[in-house]
């Protein structure tokens, strides 16, 4: 008798997607693709796609969103497809979800909820999961009235059993704010390692350079190609959630620090950029940023407008910065349009740089095109003695050496380029070198 192997796995939710189309909300892209972005989030959190769907909206119905004639037909829809799930690419108040799962009989799921529980199921790191179960947090708290079903209970008693008369919501949200209060001083802890990290960075002389984008425009895979890491790059919306540092060699061997961030979406939820302020401080602190867009997107100068739009809730004035549009993807432009995209790339200003991140094309042009806004350091000229093997050896893994010329004395000339903090470093650990401008 052989015995059978049991499947454990739960089987996939069903899911109807439905993205209602608002007047004025979709003027910088297609409806289409806004639903299709929607269905990829849903893709993300493994559901089954049913069905998706365009609902035009008028006017928002406080209780439901939608009109009763349209929450009528969508809940029709829900039943004859035996969904387990309606997302709703919109942000819904605690009570509109309410009532839609009410008429729908199934579980709601608005865009920010979607996004949270993304993020929930990618973060590593401590500083990641503390962070998305704060941004977690602060969303459900408005929604105990969704979420807990015995609100009309009453508790007495003492001490942290609620005081007389102390509702069930009461009790419920003291404990979420206790609750965020200790993930706020935990994510505090956390944030104080990272900026001795940080700082220690800052104490060498190398350049950073963090990567920015639209999530799934490639950044990952061009992170990998640049680095030669190994950091998750796949086609799906929010692949890769902590930030990752890696070395990266510059032209002439100069190295740079290079950071991979968070992808960013449109109406990114407010709870998530809060939280991850100090993640994405690693774009504040660089020296250049890559803003990587995916240029065979039908939707990439949407996109691109997105990022520049959190990028302003950061506190990043891209006006004023070094940053670097890198025109991802274009192995995937049709011939015809390659020529017309690479002459738009040149008369951008600044000029953008298109690359491949899969195939390396573009890619030596983008190493040389960040050399030249770090660069920017006046070089100098050092003269060393055949003994001075550790300086040399300083020069070569701090700075960029422009030219070395050997004397007959067997004393040695070095032109090189060092930041002010790295020539100041020099001159304290080998004062006896002679230094010389060019």
Same mark, same amino acid.
């Given at each position: ?20 189309q ?37 006017k ?15 809940g ?23 009532n ?42 408005s ?24 509702t ?20 505090v ?9 940080? &700082?220690a960075?800052? !104490? %060498?002389?190398? @350049? =950073? /350079? ?7 425009? +490639?950044?990952?895979? #061009? ?30 061997g ?12 449109s ?75 690479? &002459?738009?790339?040149? !008369? %951008?200003?600044? @000029? =953008? /740089? ?5 195939s390396g094309? +573009?890619?030596?042009? #983008? ?40 004397d007959?004395?067997?004393?040695v000339r ?8 790295a ?16």
């Amino acid at each position: 008798m052989t015995s059978k192997s049991i499947d454990r796995e739960a089987p996939p939710q069903g899911a109807l997607v439905i993205h209602p189309q608002r007047d004025g909300r979709d003027s910088a892209r297609s409806s289409q693709a806004r639903l299709d972005e929607a269905v990829g989030l849903a893709l993300a959190l493994d559901l089954e796609i049913r069905d998706a769907i365009i609902a035009p909206l008028r006017k928002r119905t406080p209780a439901t969103l939608f009109g009763s004639g349209k929450v009528d037909e969508i809940g029709e829809l829900c039943f004859q497809l035996q969904v387990d799930v309606a997302v709703v690419d919109d942000a819904l108040t605690p009570v509109q979800q309410r009532n839609l799962e009410k008429a729908w009989q199934v579980k709601v799921m608005d865009r920010t909820g979607m996004i949270l529980e993304i993020f929930a199921r990618r973060a590593r790191t401590r500083e990641g999961i503390l962070q998305v179960e704060l941004a977690r947090l602060s969303y459900e708290r408005s929604r105990l009235v969704r979420t807990w079903t015995h609100l009309e209970r009453q508790r007495g008693g003492f001490g942290v059993m609620g005081g007389p008369g102390e509702t069930q919501i009461e009790t419920d949200r003291r404990l979420l704010a206790e609750k965020i209060g200790k993930l706020k001083r935990e994510l505090v802890e956390v944030r104080r390692t990272r900026n001795l990290q940080r &700082g220690a960075r800052q !104490r %060498h002389p190398f @350049p =950073a /350079v963090a990567l920015v984008g639209y999530t799934n425009a +490639g950044k990952s895979t #061009l992170f990998n190609r640049l680095t030669k890491a190994d950091v998750m790059a796949a086609d799906m919306l929010f692949a890769t959630l902590d930030p990752t540092l890696r070395m990266l060699d510059l032209p002439d061997g100069r190295p740079a620090i290079l950071s991979d961030t968070v992808g960013f979406i449109s109406d990114l939820p407010h709870e998530l950029v809060e939280s991850f302020r100090a993640t994405l401080e690693e774009v504040k602190e660089a020296d250049v940023i890559l803003h990587v867009r995916d240029i065979a997107s039908e939707e990439t100068e949407a996109e691109a407008e997105d990022v520049r739009t959190v990028l302003d809730r950061l506190g990043v004035d891209v006006e004023e910065r070094n940053v670097i549009e890198v025109w991802n993807k274009a192995d995937l432009l049709e011939p015809e349009d390659r020529e017309q995209v690479a &002459g738009d790339a040149r !008369r %951008h200003h600044p @000029p =953008a /740089v298109m690359v491949s991140a899969v195939s390396g094309e +573009g890619c030596d042009a #983008l190493l040389a095109a960040i050399a030249r806004l770090v660069d920017d350091a006046p070089p100098v000229s050092v003269k060393l003695t055949a003994a001075d093997g550790a300086a040399m050896a300083w020069l070569y893994r701090h700075g960029r050496v422009m030219d070395r010329v050997d004397d007959e004395d067997g004393s040695v000339r070095i032109a090189v380029r060092l930041g002010a903090q790295a020539l100041g470093q020099f001159e304290q650990q080998f004062p006896k070198a002679e230094l010389t401008a060019l």
